[in-house]
């Protein structure tokens, strides 16, 4: 048997006439973690999905434990020791964290039928293993995204797979789970096992990765040890071109009191969050998932209803919102944490998404102009330099980086005083980081008040010019760009309770 | 030959592509009515009586009696919602107008107004428990269903009413060869495609059905956009009672069965989608008339009526199946 556990030759796959995959090759050994990464549409999630049996090659061979791998069936390559874990879940929201973990393979008794104190026994096993602290008798819509996407792991774990593909695992995972994630996959690697480590965020490539395959346009840039790269070289090589400054900077001063939330709670998990935001100002909010960050955009945008306190705009008096219609109303705008269910209609066209909020201002006499809502939309591609085919294009078929610009063009169309972002650049490549950075700094030129939610710290740490910091449902801290680090707001977000409510 | 692949790759590689995009958009459109044709030729060849000016003016008018009420179930699914109550709503409308109108022509107006405001009202009745309740449309317009049935065979089993002579004469009316039926429902097309397109409601019902989620945090009204679809709905079926009536000349209560598994089928047919956001006036009417030519023809070659229901049911599972295979 050949040194590689799996070699993939000459891959190419083409869809409608779109070259996908062009004869891209990858070899993986046993217990190494092989990085892939490359910008949205570079053609890494269509590999691992031939790889996973998804979709069949049009070209290539894949030889996989020594022997020629045909097309199979998905459980065929379960079977076979490939496991897959999916940048979207593939979770049944209604069963338990152990019925997940154990769906289609449940332990049963000889007359066939379902052994639940084996399910659950077997799941704890497994999760006290990984390290992994959940109640296995939860329904995973109990749970948040991050703790879904540890069941996941620990679906594909359980499997006993000998290569498992994580397609952006860490795209929803933030401190302690991340390092959890991390164990996991070290503790993976002395088992032999292979790991294919999909992500967007190279210190985690860097961190974890053996060997880094680069792909760009469907095509493989280049494949190199981790030791041979540094990050520059490795952002190059993904965009094809040098990126001079991660976070573009600004000098301006703290501009007019815009929006002042009291005291807000909601049932959610706010339990008296007061902030102040200012005109052309970007204030970072920080904390765990789970800490309630999402749950306060929600609350400052009036999604969720509040069970005490206020949001009121500064200088505009007493303007007060219960819905997202008045919040838009009143200039906020809200670019959520999940894209696909919160952000996008992603069956629909870029056309409607970019104009729905302001729809009824683009009418003469009750019709449509069609000629108004295209200038729009072109005026959305143009500045936030959209790629699409038309736009009649459903948003479904765009990249990530596409997808959330139509989000941005759409909330920029309402001409907002206020704008939310939530978790702005995830699942966002390189390339589109960094202008979706460069249009915070332009929109906060022209005095528009950003609060940003971010997982990732140096984003925080380089984009903000305040910084709140959540534990628990409460404000834990705030923190001047000057005197925040990793480690402070790191330390912040993870103060006991009770600690937390003394600051 | 390579060197031909190379001067148009660049074109033919974007032509291949629009092709994918224009065939998986209106695929099944096209495979409706591919199959309507074939169904004529057959008609046209198999039976005499089929290509008639008579028999054509027939499916004309059926398929109108039919369409104008998928039009709103259209609309309904759309919004990833569903009407079950059109049937027994043709019903009761049926009934009230011919009890109102009992025949005298100075009642024709008041038949009109009450049978219309009996449909907002039904609509109006669907949509606040469908927003407020927060009742699934399946449930409410179930419930709904068996309400008005119950309600239309309470106001009586054998036919009442009478309608005036002039609503009598509506039904046999024609401008040029077509009856004024039909050009009712080619009117209704018309504005139900300008309402999609060009009007802010119409995008709002494609982002309620698209994810309502998104929509609320668009600032889309859905309470109204909701009130409105399915007020629209229950007046198509209204206007099909009153329709009913001029055909039948009395109050008959045993009219309306079954219209709303028919509307749900033909709009199915069409290829909208039963989870919402996406719709097609054009696959709707494709649906009614596939399903109206069909259990025309069925009766012009004699077949017996029990297996019109089971051939219209293979139809329903082949144009689904056909489906699928194209979206991918």
């Known amino acids: 048997m050949s040194e590689y556990i799996l070699e993939m030759r000459n891959i190419s796959k083409s869809f409608a006439g779109v070259q996908a995959l062009k004869e891209v090759s990858i070899r993986c050994k046993p217990g190494l973690v092989y990085g892939l990464v490359g910008e949205n549409g570079a053609g890494k999630s269509t590999l691992m999905k031939i790889l996973a049996g998804a979709y069949r090659a049009d070209a290539g061979e894949i030889v996989y434990k020594g022997a020629i791998r045909d097309q199979a069936s998905t459980a065929e390559i379960i079977d076979s020791g490939i496991s897959i874990i999916y940048q979207e879940l593939a979770l049944v929201r209604q069963m338990s964290v152990a019925e997940n973990i154990f769906l289609g393979r449940e332990p049963r008794n000889r007359l066939g039928i379902l052994n639940l104190g084996e399910l659950y026994d077997r799941a704890g096993e497994l999760l006290k293993r990984l390290g992994i602290r959940l109640n296995l008798r939860l329904p995973v819509s109990e749970l948040t995204i991050a703790q879904q996407q540890l069941v996941e792991i620990a679906k594909a774990l359980s499997q006993n797979a000998d290569l498992i593909v994580m397609d952006e695992p860490s795209a929803i995972l933030a401190g302690s789970e991340l390092d959890q994630l991390f164990r996991i996959i070290e503790s993976l690697k002395l088992q032999g096992v292979t790991v294919i480590y999909i992500s967007h965020r190279l210190e985690e490539v860097f961190r974890i990765a053996d060997e880094v395959t680069i792909l760009k346009d469907g095509e493989l840039v280049a494949t190199r040890p981790i030791g041979e790269l540094d990050r520059a070289t490795l952002v190059e090589f993904m965009v094809g071109r040098p990126l001079d400054e991660v976070f573009p900077q600004t000098e301006h001063e703290q501009g007019e009191l815009v929006l002042v939330a009291e005291d807000v709670s909601t049932d959610t998990i706010l339990a008296g969050v007061s902030l102040e935001l200012y005109a052309g100002e970007i204030l970072g909010i920080a904390g765990m998932v789970g800490s309630g960050r999402t749950e306060l955009a929600r609350a400052l945008f009036g999604a969720d209803p509040l069970t005490g306190g206020s949001i009121k705009l500064a200088g505009g008096g007493e303007a007060r919102w219960g819905s997202p219609a008045q919040a838009i109303n009143a200039g906020l705008a809200l670019v959520p944490e999940d894209r696909k269910t919160h952000g996008l209609f992603t069956a629909l066209s870029v056309r409607i998404n970019v104009t729905i909020p302001i729809l009824s201002s683009l009418t003469r006499l009750g019709v449509l102009k069609r000629a108004a809502e295209e200038a729009v939309v072109r005026g959305a591609q143009e500045r936030l330099s959209i790629v699409m085919s038309s736009s009649d294009q459903e948003t479904q078929f765009l990249s990530g980086g596409n997808q959330q610009k139509v989000v941005l063009a759409k909330w920029l169309s309402t001409d907002p005083a206020v704008i939310i972002l939530d978790e702005p650049t995830r699942g966002v490549d390189v390339g589109a980081k960094f202008e979706i950075y460069k249009l915070m700094r332009q929109l906060n030129d022209r005095g528009i008040a950003i609060v940003m939610i971010s997982s990732e710290l140096p984003e925080i740490i380089g984009m903000s010019d305040r910084i709140l910091v959540m534990n628990d449902g409460r404000i834990a801290g705030e923190l001047a760009r000057e005197e925040a680090g990793e480690a402070r707001i790191i330390e912040l977000a993870t103060m006991g309770g009770s600690e937390a409510a003394l600051t | ?328």
Not at chain 2, 36 to 50: A, M
Not at chain 2, 294 to 316: C, D, E, K, P, Y
Request: with cysteine; hydrophobic share 55%; proline share 2%.
């Open chain 2, 1 to 328: 030959m390579n060197q031909t692949a190379n001067l148009f790759g660049g074109k033919s590689k974007r032509d291949s592509r629009a092709r994918a995009v224009f065939l998986r958009r209106n695929g099944p459109i096209i495979m409706v009515y591919a199959f309507i044709l074939l169904l004529v030729i057959i008609g046209i060849t198999q039976s005499e009586r089929f290509f008639t000016e008579r028999n054509l003016t027939n499916v004309a008018r059926q398929s109108a009696f039919l369409g104008i009420v998928a039009l709103g179930q259209m609309l309904v699914i759309l919004t990833a919602g569903i009407d079950l109550s059109v049937g027994s709503l043709v019903k009761v409308s049926i009934l009230v107008s011919a009890i109102v109108m009992n025949g005298e022509s100075g009642n024709v107006l008041p038949a009109i107004i009450a049978t219309l405001g009996l449909g907002v009202l039904v609509g109006l009745i669907h949509g606040f428990l469908i927003n407020e309740l927060r009742i699934a449309p399946f449930i409410v317009t179930l419930a709904s269903l068996v309400i008005l049935r119950g309600i239309g065979l309470t106001i009586s089993s054998s036919p009442v009413g009478k309608a005036s002579r002039e609503v009598m004469m509506f039904y046999v009316q024609k401008i040029g060869p077509i009856p004024v039926i039909a050009w009712m429902f080619f009117v209704l097309i018309v504005l139900t495609m300008l309402l999609l397109r060009y009007t802010v409601f119409g995008k709002y019902l494609f982002a309620v059905g698209g994810n309502i989620e998104v929509a609320r945090l668009s600032g889309v009204p859905i309470k109204a956009v909701r009130y409105g679809v399915y007020v629209l709905c229950s007046l198509t079926a209204a206007v099909t009672g009153l329709l009913w009536l001029s055909r039948m000349g009395v109050g008959d209560p045993a009219i309306g069965d079954g219209i709303e598994l028919q509307t749900i089928t033909a709009v199915i047919i069409g290829g909208t989608s039963l989870f919402g956001g996406r719709a097609s006036v054009l696959g709707t009417l494709g649906g009614v008339l596939l399903l109206g030519i069909t259990a025309n023809l069925l009766v012009m070659l004699g077949v017996n009526q029990f297996i019109q229901g089971l051939i219209q049911g293979v139809i329903i599972v082949a144009a689904v199946a056909l489906y699928k295979q194209e979206g991918d």
